[in-house]
């Protein structure tokens, strides 16, 4: 079927929520991409920061067929094969930074994106907030009445960033501090205040103002859809503090950073000596099946009963095992350091291109912003004539988020035909 044929039924029969860029890939390798067309492309978005792993990967592509030939998919009402190795994995990773006598295990609620995840998290922090009011009531003496008055009055406040993203269902979209995004959906469901990232004078007033109905603070350690903006540590020190002060929990959306990402560490908190209390999780954990997590530290995870939350294909059989795969092969030895070293490979090189006013980023993370007058979205729209798959957060800012097996050959190739593009 041609480009023309597949453009004209999306255009009748698929719902215009994306302005789709004039290209229909059909296979990949790596870092490649090709089109129906057989031209080659190489990509620097990852499906938006997905295929960890990177195109048609031989292992995983091995582990799905094996996987697919046996069980796709029970549902949650029974036990799957390898989910609860998956879980202790990710245990063990989210403790990486952790001295051994302070570590505590994580439990994990398996979910299929980044927006489940995130809603996970909101319902717990509130939930856990609900419980451990009536807790300290009942530990104070207190009669079912006091308990339940308690219970009704808890925390329910969540905290986020200007410029966040969280997702687009009504509670993470009303998490994501981005009132050009909520305007067309509004009435928003209530409970979420944004404060700037950054600025610790604001946190602290807002914790004064507001401190005893606070249940939690969402932080994106590297805000990747504005941008990539990385929070400084001395911020997120600060949302730690309070958090502990209060008795509110501390949640990093690890959805677009998280998973090795950033290199060295599996998680960016790590990168920031925090240590969060839960913890989202998607995009590349599954290199491009649909998988998420919402992890939390087990005193908290226990807040959920059976029934308090559920999913139909969370966690299904076939992610499991791509998970597994993925976080066996980021975690292999060497992998980690690999990646990083190929992030600041890709910020040098970026900063030497004419064009570029200025780079940021961890790991495989990065962007640039554009001398003035440069539009960046056409930039990304000259790039897949050049063979590039690029990507633009702004009219001057592009955004780098390449399979996590880039390898610095890779980086010469996008330097070389970007500084064209630019020139």
């Not at 530990?139 to 008055?149: E, I, L, P, T, Y």
């Not at 291109?353 to 980023?361: N, S, T």
Request: hydrophobic residues 40%; proline residues 4%.
């Amino acid at each position: 079927m041609s480009l023309e044929t597949q453009k004209e039924l999306e255009s009748a029969y698929v719902m215009h929520t994306f302005a789709r860029k004039p290209v229909e890939f059909v296979r990949g390798q790596g870092m490649l991409l090709y089109d129906a067309e057989g031209r080659e492309y190489l990509d620097f978005l990852s499906g938006i920061g997905v295929v960890s792993l990177g195109h048609s990967n031989p292992a995983l592509v091995a582990a799905l067929q094996r996987q697919d030939e046996k069980l796709l998919h029970v549902s949650n009402y029974y036990y799957v094969e390898g989910r609860g190795e998956v879980a202790r994995t990710l245990s063990g990773l989210l403790n990486a930074c952790v001295a051994e006598a302070d570590r505590t295990p994580w439990k994990s609620f398996f979910t299929n994106s980044g927006a489940e995840s995130n809603e996970c998290a909101i319902k717990l922090a509130r939930l856990y907030a609900k419980k451990r009011a009536e807790a300290q009531v009942r530990a104070q003496g207190g009669d079912d009445a006091a308990a339940a008055a308690a219970r009704e009055g808890a925390p329910r406040t969540v905290v986020t960033l200007q410029k966040s993203f969280h997702g687009r269902t009504l509670a993470t979209l009303a998490a994501t501090a981005q009132p050009a995004k909520q305007e067309a959906f509004q009435p928003l469901p209530g409970g979420f205040v944004a404060t700037p990232a950054n600025d610790v004078e604001a946190l602290e007033r807002l914790f004064a103002d507001r401190g005893a109905d606070i249940c939690a603070v969402m932080v994106e350690c590297i805000q990747g859809e504005s941008g990539v903006h990385p929070c400084t540590p001395e911020f997120l020190a600060k949302v730690r503090e309070l958090t502990e002060r209060t008795g509110a929990l501390m949640i990093c959306d690890e959805v677009q950073c998280g998973i090795y990402r950033c290199g060295t560490y599996p998680f960016g908190f790590q990168h920031f000596g925090v240590q969060p209390d839960i913890v989202s999780m998607a995009k590349g954990i599954g290199s491009g099946i649909p998988m998420g997590v919402c992890a939390a530290r087990a005193q908290v995870a226990d807040a959920f009963d059976p029934g308090d939350h559920g999913t139909t294909f969370g966690g299904s059989c076939l992610a499991v095992v791509a998970a597994a795969c993925v976080l066996d092969r980021l975690g292999a030895e060497g992998v980690p350091e690999r990646i990083a070293d190929v992030g600041d490979y890709l910020q040098q090189s970026l900063a030497g291109v004419a064009g570029v006013a200025g780079v940021r980023g961890i790991g495989l993370m990065v962007a640039c912003d554009l001398d003035e007058g440069i539009d960046a979205h056409d930039v990304v729209n000259r790039g897949l004539e050049a063979g590039l798959v690029l990507n633009a957060t702004g009219p001057s800012t592009l955004r780098f988020l390449p399979p996590l097996v880039c390898e610095r050959r890779h980086v010469d190739v996008l330097v070389e035909r970007l500084a064209k593009l630019l020139s």
